[in-house]
């Protein structure tokens, strides 16, 4: 059984909420950038527009929303499907250490965005 430890004392309420908050962050995000990319940008207003503070927020809550709503989905996958029942007694190792695995992954990209967008 999946325990308190694993699930960072979440409920599943809580998860459908961030990740329907994450999607939502994620659509205006992409749909600005897409907006944006459809109309012509060049070079020196694209920078101009990363440059604003306002934008660099706007990437890091993206960049944020990603990183809750893949380890929520993540999360949900490992639970369900790496499990002792499923995998034998090797299951949960696999479990916990895909869990790291995917932890580890996503505190790099975050690091990564917000070295590139402060930085």
């Known amino acids: 059984m999946v325990t308190q430890i694993t699930?960072?004392?979440r409920s599943g309420l809580s998860d459908?909420?961030?990740?329907?908050?994450?999607?939502?962050i994620l659509l205006a995000y992409f749909g600005f950038v897409?907006?944006?990319l459809l109309?012509?940008?060049g070079y020196a207003s694209w920078k101009a527009l990363h440059a604003n503070s306002a934008m660099r927020i706007f990437t890091l809550l993206a960049a944020l929303s990603?990183?809750?709503?893949?380890?929520?989905?993540?999360?949900?996958v490992f639970t369900d499907y790496l499990t002792?029942?499923?995998?034998?007694?090797?299951?949960?190792?696999?479990?916990?250490?895909?869990?790291i695995g995917s932890v580890l992954v996503l505190l790099v990209y975050l690091l990564w965005v917000i070295q590139?967008?402060?930085g």
């Open 39 to 41: 109309n012509g940008v």
């Open 7 to 9: 699930s960072f004392s």
């Open 66 to 76: 990603f990183a809750a709503h893949a380890w929520i989905g993540l999360w949900a």
């Open 34 to 36: 897409a907006y944006t």
């Open 84 to 99: 002792e029942r499923m995998l034998g007694p090797r299951g949960n190792g696999l479990r916990r250490l895909c869990q």
């Open 16 to 24: 459908w909420m961030i990740q329907r908050v994450a999607g939502v």
């Open 116 to 118: 590139i967008i402060w």
